[in-house]
């Protein structure tokens, strides 16, 4: 174990490669052999109690930086993409901010949200340098439980993973064209000619998300104030439930691609399918702004702390 304040190592090594010198550098600081690569179906973690740290990595940041996942051989490509430090951490910590804090102190300084279906409130501390993030977490005591510093993600609406049937993203090309066609999307995001290509029907939904929008449709790519309204049409975080895309798809063409079974019948990329659910979006987007549906993740009020 080390006396050393490990925050400068711990800066320098989140968002690098678990075989970078950097993320070597504190493995060893922290008593720990070198980090080891994570899998689509683990994450591993570094837990040093005694310091008041955990370093975990993964092989999954929702980040165009490391999009998308891929294999050196047979490994895969992992990254430190994230620590939790807890009130025993001695190191340095972000500026403002003391473990001994209460509720009032913290958001008398820094954006206080209730976040998360378990309504956990935190609050956004300054960025500990570009590309990371830092957030605490108050526990049931009213003083913070935890505090994480991460790689800087974006929330994702629809993603083409590499590993994916062609087929099985046709439901969210309608989507991310209605995004398109219905200026969802941030100013500059698309060129004249591939929205005029779009307008005008030469290229399908799913063709243009995959190629147009390579395949991504995050947080960075819709204006800000659609942001809640996509994140929880789409990951099926609306209130009421059954207001989600993955509900309305069902609705409409009987199941969403993915999850039919082999030699029954998709639905197909195609015009005829958008419009079919294109007016169910402009809907959902209706009742959001009119308040009959809501994001559960994304309240900004009060919360009543358990004592």
């Given at each position: 174990m080390t006396g050393q304040d490990l925050t400068p190592l711990l800066l320098d090594a989140l968002g690098k490669r678990i075989d970078d010198p950097a993320a070597m550098a504190l493995s060893e600081a922290i008593g720990k052999k070198p980090f080891k690569s994570a899998t689509p179906n683990n994450r591993y973690v570094a837990v040093a109690r005694k310091l008041g740290?955990?370093?975990?990595t993964s092989m999954h940041i929702k980040n165009r930086?490391?999009?998308?996942?891929?294999?050196?051989g047979r490994v895969w490509?992992?990254?430190?993409?994230?620590?939790?430090?807890?009130?025993?951490?001695?190191g340095s910590l972000p500026a403002g901010f003391d473990w001994q804090m209460d509720d009032a102190a913290l958001n008398?300084?820094?954006?206080?949200?209730?976040?998360?279906?378990?309504?956990?409130v935190r609050f956004t501390?300054?960025?500990?340098?570009?590309?990371?993030k830092a957030k605490a977490e108050l526990g049931s005591d009213g003083r913070p439980a935890h505090l994480l510093l991460s790689v800087m993600e974006e929330r994702n609406y629809a993603t083409i993973h590499p590993e994916s049937s062609p087929g099985h993203n046709v439901e969210d090309g309608f989507f991310a064209a209605w995004c398109a066609l219905n200026g969802i999307l941030r100013e500059g995001r698309l060129e004249a000619g591939c929205f005029d290509a779009l307008h005008?029907?030469?290229i399908t939904p799913l063709a243009f998300f995959s190629t147009v929008l390579?395949?991504?449709?995050?947080?960075?790519?819709?204006?800000p104030e659609y942001d809640s309204f996509c994140h929880a049409y789409?990951?099926?975080?609306?209130?009421?439930?059954e207001a989600t895309a993955l509900h309305d798809v069902r609705q409409i063409f009987g199941e969403k691609n993915y999850w039919r079974k082999a030699g029954e019948p998709i639905t197909e990329d195609a015009w005829p399918n958008y419009d079919r659910i294109a007016l169910r979006y402009t809907q959902r987007l209706e009742q959001w702004r009119r308040g009959e549906i809501s994001s559960r993740v994304d309240w900004a009020g009060e919360i009543t702390l358990p004592r």
């Open positions: 740290l955990e370093a975990w930086s490391y999009w998308p996942y891929r294999k050196e490509v992992t990254w430190l993409s994230y620590a939790f430090l807890y009130p025993n951490y001695r008398a300084r820094f954006e206080r949200r209730v976040e998360g279906v378990n309504q956990a501390l300054p960025l500990p340098r570009k590309g990371l005008a029907r030469r390579a395949g991504l449709l995050w947080e960075a790519d819709v204006k789409m990951n099926r975080l609306m209130d009421p439930d």
